[in-house]
């Protein structure tokens, strides 16, 4: 008797382990088929590299983006200079370049990409795949969504006048995704088939048990300045251009 309890046993145990490998694979195989990113010159983006992110309009579109501190409203009498992501109004102007960091590069038992897509070192970035983002130098912050927040008293404490708009911020810290950084993590999404021209969305994946109001970032006009936010009802088309050493030398001699 007790050598059929164990025969049936083992059994049970084959086949967990069976549709758990089976599971992982299904898994590896759908994020292999994800197309990977590219950037203008028409190679693959890669995790930790500096690339500038500029604006797919050419001609009044504005160029690449960068920090800047943004006045707002911390309540109806007291205001705060943001940390906020802006968009240069110049074509020309290539903003501060990037780097990105995927879930799994922080967090590895997540196994977002698979180890076949690293090679010499390096991983690609492929759509759909969250990543953090931050400016190259700065990479003990990362861009962070806005706080969207809830009406209280009759008012809306909200930096913006929109209730729906949340900026993006430089608050984050980066690694560790979960339910307290759920608000740091972004994906890219391509735009034209013909083109490399993709919008940056805000729709984490890193947490299942959360509630996400997602969005896709676009451009707010605000006294001046192009503020990168995120809404539900507009986008914008952006380009990567990859960074290199002489284009950073040249900028800051500038």
């Known amino acids: 008797m007790w050598n059929r309890v164990l025969l ?8 967990f382990v069976q549709v758990i490998d089976g599971f992982s694979h299904h898994h ?14 028409g190679n693959e983006l890669q995790a930790g590299m500096p690339y500038y992110i500029v604006s797919a309009i050419r001609g009044g579109g504005g160029g690449g983006v960068s920090l800047g501190r943004r006045e707002s409203s911390t309540s109806q009498s007291h205001t705060a200079h943001t940390p906020t ?6 074509d020309r102007n290539m903003g501060t370049p990037v780097m990105f960091s995927p879930a799994s590069s922080e967090h590895p038992e997540l196994e977002l990409p698979s180890s076949a897509e690293e090679e010499e070192g390096t991983m690609i970035i492929r ?4 990543m953090n983002i931050c400016f190259s130098g700065m990479d003990n912050r990362v861009w962070q969504v806005e706080e969207r927040r809830e009406q209280s008293g009759g008012w809306w404490w909200s930096s913006s006048k929109n209730s729906s708009l949340r900026y993006v911020t430089v608050k984050g810290k980066p690694g ?3 339910e307290s950084t759920m608000r740091n993590w972004f994906r890219i999404e391509r735009i034209s088939e013909g083109n490399p021209v993709y919008r940056i969305v805000y729709c984490p994946n890193v947490c299942e048990s959360c509630h996400v109001v997602c969005g896709r970032v676009g451009i707010t006009k ?4 192009r503020w990168l ?8 088309p952006f380009v990567f ?6 284009q950073d030398n040249k900028k800051k001699d500038e």
Do not use: C, W
């Open 85 to 90: 992501v802006k968009q240069s109004s110049y």
């Open 28 to 41: 590896h195989h759908q994020l292999d088929h994800q197309s990977a990113v590219h950037d203008t010159d």
């Open 176 to 178: 560790h995704p979960g």
């Open 8 to 15: 049936l046993l083992g059994l049970l145990i084959l086949a």
């Open 127 to 130: 759509e759909s795949m969250d």
């Open 229 to 236: 936010s995120v809404s539900e009802h507009r986008e914008f």
């Open 222 to 225: 605000e006294n001046g300045e």
């Open 241 to 246: 251009v990859k960074a290199r050493q002489s």
